[in-house]
T-cell receptor, first 115, second 110 residues
């Protein structure tokens, strides 16, 4: 079946540094990729939607300058958390939409801890 | 605003018992509803969607627009059904936004 690779799976960084998370669709072309944030014991919160070659669409309340999304190709999207602070610590999950079968496939998630 | 509500955080049933995971939504347009499942140590995956009107692993879900519900049901629960279940709604101009409920953990006891 379709696979979405997300890495790193876990990252620890110092406050003020930037962290990049990659999301790749391994065996299909993703028309759309999504980035979610999940707080402990809470639901997935959609942060932004991105399409290849165009600017990401951010949900209300999500700072686009804080969470930079680059969708460089049909198989790769990156999320960069800029100048990370402890409150950015969370579980980030990406997903990729296979436009052919109209199914959203999820990455395994990235645990970000900002010290 | 779109909202998906799953009132139960945890649902415990015995093997062979019927199970119903509740999901209610609020949306002004015509929604597209999904159920996603996350087994232990695995990633989230699609279980079923209302437009397919199919049964997956014995689970079914019917969209009730009058009650704005999309409850997930299975007549006889199995231990391997134990997992986290999320109800989700797709909306947006291009149907490119997904909104998830808070999830229900299903525990099927032997």
């Amino acid at each position: 079946g379709a696979v979405v690779s997300q890495h790193p799976s876990w990252v620890i960084c110092k406050s003020g540094t930037s962290v990049k998370i990659e999301c790749r669709s391994l065996d299909f072309q993703a028309t759309t990729m999504f980035w979610y944030r999940q707080f402990p014991k809470q639901s997935l919160m959609l942060m932004a939607t991105s399409n290849e070659g165009s600017k990401a669409t951010y949900e209300q309340g999500v700072e686009k300058d804080k969470f930079l999304i680059n969708h460089a190709s049909l198989t790769l999207s990156t999320l960069t958390v800029t100048s990370a602070h402890p409150e950015d610590s969370s579980f980030y999950i990406c997903s990729a939409q296979d436009g052919v079968v109209d199914i959203q496939y999820f990455g395994a998630g990235t645990r970000l801890s900002v010290l | 605003a779109q909202r998906v509500t799953q009132p139960e955080k945890l649902l415990s049933v015995f093997k062979g018992a019927p199970v119903e995971l509740k999901c209610n939504y609020s949306y002004s347009g015509s929604p597209e509803l999904f159920w996603y499942v996350q087994y232990s140590r695995q990633r989230l995956q699609l279980l079923l969607r209302h437009i397919s009107r199919e049964s997956i692993k014995g689970f079914t879900a019917d969209l009730n627009k009058g009650e704005t519900s999309f409850h997930l049901k299975k007549p006889f629960a199995q231990e391997e059904d134990s997992a986290m279940y999320y109800c989700a709604l797709r909306s947006g101009v291009n149907f490119n936004k997904f909104y998830f409920g808070s999830g229900t953990k299903l525990n099927v006891k032997p």
